[in-house]
């Protein structure tokens, strides 16, 4: 406005033309000069503006990369337990190719027993493991010897653990920040052939290929070359939207200037093979070259080779379009076009190039360390952590978390949920049936396994962890153990009535206990009160202990619970999740020492420091006699009582133990069982409760067994504790007999609680085989039972 | 973003409030009674005395008429066994012990174990790829890691679950980096598996003694100690 008013001011004067011009003109130089001023000072602002942006995103943390998880590393040595099979499956999962001679880290040669293999190397906790070639020979399902590539014995060695997922919040970039010497040297010059070939010349923007796409967008009528740098990119992705204006583009170009003033050519490139996004995984975007290599080919990035570069590199233009996995036919095409390109310009000869796109694309299947391949583990881990670590720890730093996870075990769980719902096909209801399953070695309490739903990808309700039901029989070895804790009283053989009996609450409630079956079976030996899961038996003998103390014994064992001393319980009544039924377990299966259920060894920072450890604790909480013998019993369980069905899919050889549960009206069916090295609880039912069509035996114990089936542990070790002692009984009346007897058995006994030795064979007067031997027919339709009991 | 920030913490608040069942590692009861020792019953004529007798439960228990005649003395209906008794051949059960090459405390592990607490002879005599492993544990020990030195021992402790010297190992890591109650029970544990081997279970005698010494537990060191020169 006020130049407005004097331009009109300067009118009316009109002195001389000339001076009137001279005038003019150096008016206008002087707006002129002002107005630049005023420009450059608004450019300068917005400079020291863009400027201080700049800084601030390059020097201070570029990216928040999510906590990683990790498998547990494969351990290698002599006497492994691991068949061939599980061990190239697990390479192949690591992204382990096959060559004729594996002499690269990732490369593998099989030669019939013989697996010769170049591991990776990884930084652990407590120290690197080298990357080296060795070779394995396997002998039935263990591992015969394991050697250095030259032959030299190799005591021990692991793989690098397989990535499992990650820690992160909703709508997540997602990277593996990799370093410009870790990188393949072709990466960056295919890289440059193809997006950016002046990248070494240009000051941040190259007004020769800003030119050349001119000439080629209005030549061709259509955008088909963007002009931009690697710096004008990598500008663009960091700190701008992608809308297509002016002033966008001005902006972008002085923010490349400002990066390249303040940066080297280097770390601009580390930054760009960082940052850009290469591809979609549901709500995670894949960012950078280390990720995208491991995200579509399963492998690090510095063993891709030429045709897995360009495919990369090629994707750049358009990751959705030329997605391997959704178009490869695209995919290929602009591959090969990169290729060509190599060659053009001599980065590659022709005959690489020619071998190269003979390649296929090479891409695994899908993103084997997706959010949701293993969502019920790590959602376990996630909360492990989070009693630790603060959120934005775990999804920022890029942690390194090692847990116990057991992939091979995980996959076998899995093929043996889908077998059991197969063999389940066309019960009532079956389709309505949900499943959990906890798998952890007892020895160690680590969890190796986990499945939270009947489809295992699913991440919703995680049942392992959630699901609080009814535990119905599973409760009964704490009762036994109550017993067997008090060895002056109670033995394994020890009679016990299996009589109906009702008990008067104060509040004048009656409860009347049931047998599965209706009957009573009059006078059994304490063991089948537990092996045969009989109600009435087993609730006298609760009501005997005391209530009370029951359930201090499953606290004992490592159940935290809340539940009234009603008498009810004893048969059950009581809810638990399926990991903390493990918990309990856990300690009968480890002779009475109890050890925190663990699903992670230890954390350590991105850049490998040591930062925190879960270490392994153990507490002895019972007497590993009165464990032995309530192992004895659950073992007679699976050998004469209500698991023997899983004898039908597991050989007779494999000593295993273990209980069934089956809560009020075929609600809940569960089973935990466990041999020396690994313990597995299943439950089964309804989300809303409802009535299944199954018991523990015919439902939970199916799918534990078809998973020991394949998982094969080892057999339970029963070598008796030293206050045990072997003595020989009577099969029939419990009393002392002798070896050589008819109907002599050895059966465990505390020390000094053994029956006295007989004498000689004679039979006690009440003792009538004629009358007590089960008939035939009976025993079948005992075995009948077994199934639906 | 705190606003997204303020929803992720309460949601993880939710979640692990929600987590009743991943608590595990707050044990929720500890009883610390005496050694567990062997050989505590010798009556077995009171265990005979009581045979019959059920009947201590009656003022809780309302017996049902018809139930009254079943309880007088009745052999069990199905021997041990079940089904499959027939002659002793096949009624004696068969133990199956674990031929884990590796844990078995058996023959081809050494007999002749870690000599007191102060040196680790027997270490050679162990199999490779736990030798292996306690070898770097020692150094890593020596250097003063106690906490990779512990990671490796747990390391071999996977690989050989039953192999006593790796649980006195690792007592003695969990001793110096102050954990004076576990490193009691990881003896303990030890002790579980090494019989036969009485140097070691003099050592992990030894090394209980000290455990529960820094625990205030004097007596018990004491009988610890007694027990250490029993076994030697």
């Known amino acids: 406005m006020s130049r407005m008013s004097k331009k009109r001011n300067a009118k009316p004067t009109k002195k001389s033309a000339k001076q009137h011009h001279a005038k003019a003109s150096s008016r206008w130089w002087g707006l002129f000069i002002k107005l630049f001023m005023i420009a450059l000072v608004l450019l300068g602002g917005v400079l020291i503006y863009l400027d201080a942006i700049v800084q601030e995103k390059f020097s201070g943390k570029r990216w928040t990369v999510p906590a990683k998880v990790y498998a547990r590393p494969l351990e290698l040595f002599a006497g492994q337990k691991l068949s061939k099979d599980d061990f190239l499956v697990e390479l192949n999962a690591l992204g382990y190719r096959t060559e004729r001679a594996a002499n690269r880290p990732g490369g593998i040669s099989v030669n019939g027993n013989t697996v010769v293999l170049h591991t990776r190397g990884f930084q652990f906790y407590e120290g690197p493991e080298p990357a080296r070639a060795m070779q394995v020979r396997f002998s039935g399902n263990s591992i015969a010897s394991l050697a250095h590539a030259n032959g030299q014995p190799l005591a021990v060695a692991r793989l690098e653990p397989l990535l499992v997922g990650g820690l992160y919040p909703a709508h997540q970039e997602d990277r593996i ?77 002085l923010m490349a200037i400002l990066v390249e003033l303040h940066y080297s050519k280097e770390e601009i490139l580390e930054a760009y093979l960082n940052e850009v996004f290469l591809g979609q995984d549901g709500q995670r975007a894949i960012h950078g070259f280390g990720l995208a290599s491991q995200y579509f080919f399963s492998q690090p990035l510095a063993e891709l080779q030429l045709h897995q570069v360009a495919l990369l590199v090629g994707m750049v233009k358009g990751p959705s379009y030329y997605n391997p996995r959704r178009h490869p036919e695209r995919a290929l095409q602009r591959r090969n076009l990169v290729i060509d390109l190599l060659v053009e310009q001599g980065v590659v000869d022709a005959e690489q190039a020619e071998t190269a796109k003979q390649r296929s694309l090479g891409i695994t299947k899908q993103g084997t360390l997706a959010n949701t391949t293993y969502p019920g583990f790590v959602d376990l881990v996630k909360r492990q952590l989070r009693e630790d670590y603060r959120e934005e720890d775990l999804t920022e730093e890029g942690l390194r978390i090692f847990t116990s996870f057991d992939p091979i075990l995980q996959r076998k769980a899995e093929a043996a949920q889908t077998k059991t719902y197969k063999e389940l096909a066309g019960r009532r209801g079956i389709n309505e049936v949900e499943s959990a399953m906890v798998v952890s070695n007892p020895e160690t309490g680590e969890v190796l396994a986990l499945l939270g739903s009947r489809s295992p990808r699913y991440a919703g309700f995680n049942r392992a962890l959630d699901a609080v039901r009814p535990i119905g029989s599973l409760i009964k070895p704490a009762i036994y153990l109550t017993a067997l804790e008090q060895p002056q009283q109670y033995s394994l053989t020890h009679y016990i009535q299996d009589a109906s009996f009702a008990v008067k609450s104060r509040s004048g409630q009656v409860w009347r206990p049931q047998n599965y079956d209706r009957k009573e079976h009059g006078t059994v030996f304490l063991y089948q009160g537990l092996a045969q899961s009989y109600n009435l038996s087993t609730a006298k003998l609760g009501m005997e202990l005391g209530v009370p103390r029951v359930l201090q014994t499953v606290r004992k064992l490592g159940a935290e619970h809340d539940w009234p001393a009603y008498p009810s319980m004893l048969l059950g009544a009581g809810s638990l999740s399926p990991i903390t039924v493990t918990g309990m377990y856990q300690t009968i299966a480890n002779g009475g020492f109890n050890t925190p259920l663990r699903a992670i060894r230890d954390v350590l920072t991105a850049d490998g420091e040591p930062l925190g450890r879960y270490q392994y604790s153990v507490e002895q909480r019972f007497d590993g006699g009165a464990i032995y013998l309530t192992q004895e019993a659950m073992r007679r369980a699976m050998t004469e009582g209500t698991g023997r069905s899983a004898y039908n899919r597991l050989p007779s050889s494999m000593v295993v133990a273990g209980k069934t549960g089956t809560s009020n009206d075929l609600r809940d069916s569960w089973f935990a069982g466990f041999g020396q090295d690994l313990l597995a609880v299943v439950w089964m039912g309804r989300d809303d409760n409802g009535q299944t069509s199954l018991t523990g035996a015919s439902g939970a114990l199916r799918l534990w067994a078809n998973f020991m089936q394949q998982a094969q542990p080892s057999s339970l070790n029963r070598t008796p504790p030293s206050n045990v002692v072997m003595a020989w009984v009577n099969a029939y009346s419990g009393e002392g007999s002798a070896q050589g007897c008819p109907g002599a058995v050895q059966m465990p006994y505390i020390r000094g609680s053994e029956p006295l030795p007989g004498e000689s064979c004679d039979e006690p007067e009440s003792f009538d085989p004629n009358k007590q031997l089960p008939a035939p027919v009976e025993s079948v339709k005992s075995w009948i039972r077994s199934w639906l009991n | 973003m705190k606003k997204q920030a303020t929803v992720l913490v309460v949601l993880a608040v939710l979640l692990t409030g929600c987590a009743t069942g991943t608590q595990q590692r707050s044990i929720p009861i500890v009883e610390r009674g005496g050694p ?197």
Request: net charge neutral; hydrophobic share 35%; proline share 5%.
């Open chain 1, 177 to 253: 920040l990799i370093r410009l010497d870790q990188v393949p040297e072709l990466l960056p010059k295919t890289l440059l052939a193809v997006e950016d070939r002046e990248f070494y010349k240009h000051h941040g923007v190259s007004p020769k290929s800003i030119a050349r796409a001119i000439w080629v967008n209005t030549t061709s009528g259509s955008v088909r070359q963007g002009g931009s740098t690697l710096t004008q990119q990598l500008v663009k992705n960091f700190f701008l939207t992608n809308e297509r204006t002016l002033t966008r583009k001005a902006t972008e170009a």
């Open chain 2, 36 to 232: 567990l020792t062997p050989g505590v019953m010798r009556d077995s004529q009171a265990r005979q005395a009581q045979f019959p007798q059920s009947e201590r439960i009656e003022a809780e228990i309302v017996t049902q008429n018809e139930v009254e005649t079943v309880r007088t003395y009745a052999v069990p209906h199905a021997p041990i066994g079940g089904i499959t008794v027939s002659s002793p051949e096949n009624a004696v059960p068969t133990y199956e012990d674990a031929t884990n090459p590796i844990s078995n405390t058996g023959a081809d592990m050494s007999r002749t174990p870690i000599g007191g607490q102060t040196s680790l002879a027997a270490d050679e005599q162990l199999a490779g790829p736990v030798l292996a492993l306690l070898t770097t544990a020692k150094q890593q020990q020596g250097g003063g890691d106690l906490n990779s030195a512990a990671s490796s021992l747990e390391r071999a402790q996977r690989i050989a679950p039953r192999e006593p010297q790796v649980f006195y190992r690792l007592a003695e890591v969990r001793l110096e980096q102050g954990d004076a109650a576990q490193a009691e029970q990881l003896a303990q544990q030890g002790l579980r598996y090494s019989d036969g081997r009485p140097t070691l279970q003099a050592g992990l005698w030894e090394l209980i003694a000290k455990a529960r010494a820094q625990q205030g537990n004097h007596t018990g060191a004491q009988e610890a100690q007694r027990r250490a020169r029993v076994h030697l």
